[in-house]
Antibody, heavy 119, light 112 residues
Framework: EVQLLESGGGLVQAGGSLRVSCAAS????????INWVRQAPGKGLEWVSI????????YFADSVKGRFTISSEISKSKVYLQMNSLRVEDTAMYYC????????????WGQGTVVTVSS | DVVMTQSPLSLPVTLGQPASISCRSG???????????LHWFQQRPGQSPRRLIY???ERDSGVPDRFSGSGSGTDFTLKISRVEAEDVGVYYC?????????FGQGTKVEIK
């Protein structure tokens, strides 16, 4: 079964760092894309970042550029979102989504992991 | 960034009646490969989003055939032929043609 599972969320102070993970099963990261999409409490969906075919290309939303990085460990079938210089406005549910070959088709989604940034 | 505008933002519907959600893009969504990457997602209360429709009108596996997508150019529509109780939630369109991908504001479907 094709599946994504996020972990690593938590409470962090503004200015701090956190790394969230996305474990993929049922497909290979070598041939697919994984996006991170976030949803602030009571708000809509916002794309954050994408890693393509295990890291050949990566892109970021302007709102996180220079603060977030994305990487993968193909052998572990995991994707990581490293979040530095966190701001209160980064507070959100973070979903990983993807699994296919089209960059932004968001084929499948994980259950999400909550990141809370306190002031 | 491409602005995606959904309407209505709130849609009260009677069980068994049809529902329609509009999504308009601020510019053409035709990709250089000829495809139009316009997709629809359902987010039920307390759940993760789930893709229903991809590339305007292709229904995902397991999605009931009461859901259909259509459109062209900059105007797209998601239709539910007969709303059921399990359809309650927020529906989002997203364009995946241009970087960054952008979502509509969401349309909340509720039962009257």
């Amino acid at each position: 079964e094709v599946q994504l599972l996020e972990s690593g969320g938590g409470l962090v102070q503004a200015g701090g760092s956190l790394r969230v993970s996305c474990a993929a099963s049922g497909f290979s990261l070598r041939n697919s894309v994984i996006n991170w999409v976030r949803q602030a409490p009571g708000k809509g969906l916002e794309w954050v970042s994408i890693i393509i075919r295990g890291g050949t290309e990566t892109y970021f939303a302007d709102s996180v550029k220079g603060r977030f990085t994305i990487s993968s460990e193909i052998s572990k079938s995991k994707v990581y979102l490293q979040m530095n210089s966190l701001r209160v406005e980064d507070t959100a549910m973070y979903y990983c989504a993807g699994g296919g070959t089209d960059w932004f088709s968001f084929d499948i989604w994980g259950q999400g992991t909550v990141v809370t940034v306190s002031s | 960034d491409v602005v995606m505008t959904q309407s209505p933002l709130s849609l009260p519907v009677t069980l068994g009646q049809p529902a329609s959600i509009s999504c308009r893009s601020g510019q053409s969504l035709v990709h250089s490969d000829g495809n139009i990457y316009l997709h629809w997602f359902q987010q039920r209360p307390g759940q993760s989003p789930r893709r229903l429709i991809y590339k305007i009108s292709e229904r995902d596996s397991g999605v009931p055939d009461r859901f259909s997508g259509s459109g062209s150019g900059t105007d797209f529509t998601l239709k539910i032929s007969r709303v059921e109780a399990e359809d309650v939630g927020v529906y989002y369109c997203v364009q995946g043609t241009h970087l960054p991908p952008t979502f509509g504001q969401g349309t909340k479907v509720e039962i009257k």
